[in-house]
C-alpha cells in the first residue's frame, strides 16, 4: 500500500528586505513538517512545497497559485507582510484553499478561506500601550514602514492615545527596505516624546534602532530607561543581530524564548533546516504551529480538503507551542496570551508582563475600548503640565 502524503505549501520570502523574521517562518514551517513526518502519530506525511518570492510583492499570488494549482496543495503556510498577505487572498479564496497567516498584524480583516495564527491589534498593540503608557508617559512619536502594517497600528494608536488623553507628537514613514533614517532621529532628539512605537519592518527597523541607540549613547535622555522603543514585530533573532543597541527596548509577544515552553523538537527541526538551533522565536513558533494544526486536523477528519480541516481546527483545541489553541469560528482567528519582554544584548528578553489568560480575538475592535484605563492618570498628568 502506497503511502498517503498531503502536499503543504510554504510561501515565504528567505531573501530581500525582510527576511529575517520570513526566514524564521520557513524554519518553523519546515520543522513542523519534519516533526510530524517523524511522528508515529500521524498515518501519513507531509510534503513541503516552498516557494520564495523574494520579497517582491507583485510575485505573491502567482507563486500561490502554482502552488495550488500545480502542487496541489489545499494549504499554504505563509506570507509576512500584510501588503503579500491581501494579494494572496483573493487566490486562495476563488481557489478553495485555506492560507494560514503566522505572522502579527492590524486587525480589520476577515476570511473564510485565511486562518490567522499570530495577533491581532487587541492582543498585541493594546496590551502594550496598557502596559507601556503608565510607565512612560503617553507623549509618543509613531513610525512605520509604507505599508498597511506601518498605517493602520499606527492609526489604531492614534485613535486609542487621543481617547486616552495622549498626544502624538508626530508620525513619520519610510519605504519598505529604507535604512536612511536619520531625519527620524533628529526629530525624536528635538520633539523628545515619552517613547517611540516602532511598526519598521526588517533593514529599516534595525537601522532605526543601531541610530536610536547611539543616539542614547550620546545623550542619556534617550536612554530605552527614560525614553524606550516599543514594538509589536521585534523578536529574538532580529535582537540577536542588533545586540546592545536594542537591549532595554520593549516587544509585545504571544511567545518568547525565554519562556522555555517549547520542547526541543521544533529548535532541533530548525537547525535541520540550516538554521541556528539556538533562535526560535514567536514568527517560527506561529509558523511551527500553524502546521501542527494542519497535521492535527488531518488526523480528525481523514482529509486535507479545506473545509474539512477548518471545521476540524474550529471544533477541537490543537495543543502547540503557543498552547492550546482553537480558531474562533466568528473570525478564524485564535485566542493567545500577550507577554510584554524588555530585550537584553544577548538577543533574549526578560518577560516584565503577562496578560491575565488568553486574550480573545477582536479584530475589528468592536467589544476593545479605545479610552483605556489608564486614559484619567494621563488626563490628570496633562493637566498639571499645562497648570505649571
Known sequence: MDEVSF????????????????????????????????????????????ADPAGETDRYAELCRHLIRKGKTRHVVGCTTSWSRK??????????????????????????????????????????????VPKFGSRVMLVGSNYIWGWET???????????????????????????IAHLV????????????????????????????????????FNPACRPVVS??????????????????????SYFRALASMNDGPAAGLARNGGPARIADAFFVQAYAAVVMIA???????????DAVLHAVRSHFTQTPLGPI???????????????????????????HESRGAIAPDPFLTSTPLKRPYARTVETKRTLRVVQ
Open 7 to 50: 502536499p503543504v505549501g510554504v510561501l515565504f520570502s528567505v531573501s530581500g528586505a525582510y527576511e529575517q523574521p520570513a526566514r524564521q517562518g520557513y524554519f518553523g514551517a519546515m520543522a513542523a513538517i519534519d516533526d510530524v513526518n517523524a511522528s508515529s502519530k500521524y498515518p501519513f506525511t507531509l510534503e513541503a512545497m516552498h
Open 87 to 132: 494579494e494572496v487572498i483573493p487566490v486562495v479564496e476563488k481557489l478553495d484553499a485555506l492560507l494560514w497567516y503566522p505572522c502579527v498584524y492590524e486587525g480589520f480583516e476577515v476570511s473564510e478561506n485565511l486562518v490567522y495564527v499570530a495577533a491581532c491589534a487587541n492582543q498585541h498593540l493594546v496590551p502594550l500601550l496598557d502596559y507601556i
Open 154 to 180: 499606527n492609526r489604531i494608536a492614534r485613535d486609542i492615545l487621543h481617547c486616552s488623553g495622549g498626544e502624538i507628537l508626530g508620525e513619520r514613514y519610510v519605504a519598505i527596505g529604507d535604512e536612511d
Open 186 to 221: 533628529s526629530e525624536i532628539r528635538e520633539k523628545r516624546p515619552d517613547f517611540i512605537l516602532n511598526n519598521l519592518i526588517g533593514q529599516s527597523s534595525y537601522a532605526f534602532l543601531r541610530a536610536y541607540g547611539a543616539l542614547g549613547a550620546e545623550d542619556d535622555a
Open 232 to 253: 509589536c514585530n521585534l523578536c529574538e533573532n532580529e535582537v540577536t543581530l542588533l545586540g546592545d543597541v536594542a537591549a532595554g527596548n520593549y516587544t509585545v509577544s
Open 296 to 306: 492535527e486536523a488531518i488526523r480528525r477528519c481523514g482529509s486535507d480538503r479545506a
Open 326 to 352: 482553537r480558531v474562533d469560528p466568528a473570525t478564524n482567528h485564535v485566542s493567545l496570551n500577550a507577554h510584554i519582554g524588555r530585550a537584553r544584548a544577548d538577543g533574549d528578553f526578560d518577560v516584565v
